[in-house]
């Protein structure tokens, strides 16, 4: 049994009550109370540690060190040093005051190449956040069949090969933009929520470049654009 003069000296060995419960086989509290009894001055359990960090030093470092070095240099955490320089009012000549957490990341090509390699194929198909069950694949191969060729053909024939706005004919040089015109074929009715009517000629507009754009625009979600009052 470890009497009181003992338990004191091991305490002022080992500064823990914890490491001399260990040794005595009794519990950290047992021994706090047993000290406490005895009048010894406990030290301070947990709390904050203080870090030495200075002005001057932080701002000069601050420039050319990020938060995880400064942090290794201080011995501290990233949270702590970020906190400093706020409290000191240190900015980045470069960066400003959102200093290095406002820093664009820059990657090597060696890196570049590993984010490549670990995305490919990962977002494909149905695991990419965009799928709707494979209808798009279905719609791109529809407008490069035939039966689309043939409805742009009749429909073109149909509307007498121009514009049905502005009168531009197909293959004229623009003059706005100096090309030649290549005249759209417009659903009137939707292509995607319509589908008895995607082939049928009379179910089609024809339109200029300039003109098709002019329709789409003021339709909400499609160009940017907004629906007119």
Known sequence: MYDEAQLVKLYQETGS???????????SEWVRKRLKAAGVQMQPVGGRVKHDILEDELRTLYQTMSLAQLAD????????VWAKVKKFGITHDVYGAQGHRHRPREFSEAHRQNMAKARKGKYLGERSGNWKGGVTVERLR????????????????????????????????????GTRV???????????????RR?????????????????????????GGTPNA
């Open 73 to 80: 240099y201080y011995g501290c955490g990233e949270t702590t």
């Open 17 to 27: 009550c914890r490491a001399v419960g260990e040794v005595i086989g009794k519990g």
């Open 182 to 196: 290549r005249l759209h074929v417009h659903h009137v009715e939707s292509f995607a929520l319509v589908p008895e």
């Open 199 to 223: 082939f049928d000629p009379t179910n089609s507009e024809v339109l200029c470049p300039k003109c098709h754009y002019s329709r789409h625009r003021c339709k909400p979600g499609e160009f």
């Open 142 to 177: 529809l407008r490069g069949s035939r039966e689309y060729r043939e409805w742009r053909v009749a429909a073109l024939a149909l509307r007498g090969g121009k514009c049905q706005d502005c009168g531009a004919i197909e293959g004229v040089m623009c003059e706005c933009c």
